[in-house]
């Protein structure tokens, strides 16, 4: 829970009374790999804070799912549109290795927001997060070839390889799994 509020105060200063009634909204979770966080047709409840662990979202289909999103320890993971509308999700979010959350339901955030100095900081920042990762997604679409997409991702996250089947990192960067086989056989 401490790397919670590590990851706010690089950020904004929380009083202990703030974080007492912030942090006692959190639940932590547990999840094996391959776990299921939400599905599509869901209404996404809840706001997680990836504490260790990997999650993808993504698009499922009938021959080849369509990855469009990781995260990763430290950062914010939750189908954010259908958490913001409460309306039903159009794609899934699944664990990719086992997986350690903090997680606060909406309505537990709404009773932060409206109960504490700091509840909408949180919440800008949380959104923030989630915004950043969506548009950095959509600019490397514009502005990248694939080899470059894969290259950034492993510069941000070089053990990746390790962690993430490469029929998922294909389908992110845009390509069929043989075209990434040839972009890592072309680069090593």
Same mark, same amino acid.
């Given at each position: 829970?401490?790397?919670?509020?590590?990851?706010?105060?690089?950020?904004?200063?929380?009083?202990?009374?703030?974080?007492?009634?912030? $942090?006692?909204?959190?639940? /932590? $979770?547990?999840?094996?790999?391959?776990?299921?966080?939400?599905?599509? &047709?869901? #209404?996404?409840?809840?706001?997680?804070?990836?504490?260790?662990?990997? @999650?993808?979202?993504?698009? %499922?289909?009938?021959?080849?799912?369509?990855?469009?999103?990781?995260?990763? +320890?430290? +950062?914010? @993971?939750?189908?954010?549109?259908?958490?913001?509308?409460?309306?039903?999700?159009?794609?899934? @979010?699944?664990?990719?290795?086992?997986? $350690?959350?903090?997680?606060?339901?909406? *309505?537990?955030? +709404?009773?932060?927001?409206?109960?504490?100095?700091?509840?909408?900081? #949180? &919440?800008?920042?949380?959104?923030?997060?989630?915004?950043?990762?969506?548009? *950095?997604?959509?600019? $490397?679409?514009?502005?990248?070839?694939? *080899?470059?997409?894969?290259?950034?991702?492993?510069?941000?996250? %070089?053990?990746?390889?390790?962690?993430? %089947?490469? /029929?998922? #990192?294909?389908?992110? @960067?845009?390509?069929?799994?043989?075209?990434?086989?040839?972009?890592?056989?072309?680069?090593?």
């Amino acid at each position: 829970m401490e790397q919670i509020r590590n990851y706010f105060e690089q950020l904004v200063a929380i009083s202990d009374e703030d974080w007492a009634l912030f $942090s006692s909204k959190l639940k /932590k $979770s547990e999840y094996p790999k391959k776990s299921s966080l939400l599905k599509v &047709g869901e #209404i996404e409840s809840h706001l997680s804070f990836i504490a260790k662990g990997a @999650v993808r979202l993504f698009i %499922p289909k009938i021959e080849n799912d369509l990855t469009f999103g990781f995260c990763f +320890q430290g +950062q914010f @993971v939750s189908a954010y549109d259908s958490f913001l509308s409460r309306q039903p999700c159009t794609y899934q @979010v699944e664990t990719m290795t086992q997986t $350690s959350l903090w997680r606060i339901s909406y *309505e537990d955030l +709404q009773f932060i927001y409206d109960n504490t100095n700091i509840g909408n900081t #949180i &919440g800008r920042l949380a959104a923030e997060s989630q915004f950043l990762i969506k548009s *950095e997604r959509e600019l $490397s679409f514009l502005e990248q070839t694939a *080899e470059e997409r894969y290259r950034a991702l492993f510069k941000k996250r %070089p053990n990746l390889i390790l962690e993430i %089947p490469l /029929k998922y #990192i294909a389908s992110y @960067v845009g390509v069929t799994p043989q075209a990434l086989s040839r972009i890592r056989k072309r680069i090593s």
